[in-house]
Nanobody, 124 residues
Framework: QVQLVESGGGLVQAGDSLRLSCAASGRTFSTNTMGWFRQAPGKERAFVGGISWNSGNTWYADSVKGRFTISRDNAKNTVYLQMNSLKSEDTAVYYC?????????????????WGQGTQVTVSS
C-alpha cells in the first residue's frame, strides 16, 4: 500500500501563489505516474496535472496551463504543485494521486492511490 498526504493548502487572495506538497510513504517503489486533481463544491473531481516517474513529462489541464507547475523529488518521495496567479475558480479541495503504471492521461480511474485532500480557497 501507498499512503499519500497533502499539505500546503490555505486561504489566499486572487493573484497570490501557493505550493502544495504530497508526501508518499509505504510501498513507494510501486508508484509511477503521479497527478493532482481538484474538486470544487458540487462538481466532479477534475484532473489538474500529471508527472511521469522521471519528471521527463508533465501535462496539465487547459485551465491551469501556464500558471501551475508540477514537480517531484523521488529521493524525498514528494510531489509538488506550484500554483501561481491564483483565481477564485481555483478554489477546491486538491488531491494527490499515484498510479503504479506509466500513464500520460487525465482519467482519475487510472490512479489507484489517493490522498485525503487539502483545501485551497482563493478570495477575489
Amino acid at each position: 500500500q501507498v499512503q499519500l498526504v497533502e499539505s500546503g493548502g490555505g486561504l489566499v487572495q486572487a493573484g497570490d501563489s501557493l505550493r502544495l506538497s504530497c508526501a508518499a510513504s509505504g510501498r513507494t517503489f510501486s508508484t509511477n505516474t503521479m497527478g493532482w486533481f481538484r474538486q470544487a463544491p458540487g462538481k466532479e473531481r477534475a484532473f489538474v496535472g500529471g508527472i511521469s516517474w522521471n519528471s521527463g513529462n508533465t501535462w496539465y489541464a487547459d485551465s491551469v496551463k501556464g500558471r501551475f507547475t508540477i514537480s517531484r523529488d523521488n529521493a524525498k518521495n514528494t510531489v509538488y504543485l506550484q500554483m501561481n496567479s491564483l483565481k477564485s475558480e481555483d478554489t477546491a479541495v486538491y488531491y494527490c494521486a499515484a498510479t503504479s503504471i506509466t500513464y500520460y492521461g487525465r482519467s482519475r480511474e487510472a490512479y489507484n492511490y489517493w490522498g485525503q485532500g487539502t483545501q485551497v480557497t482563493v478570495s477575489s
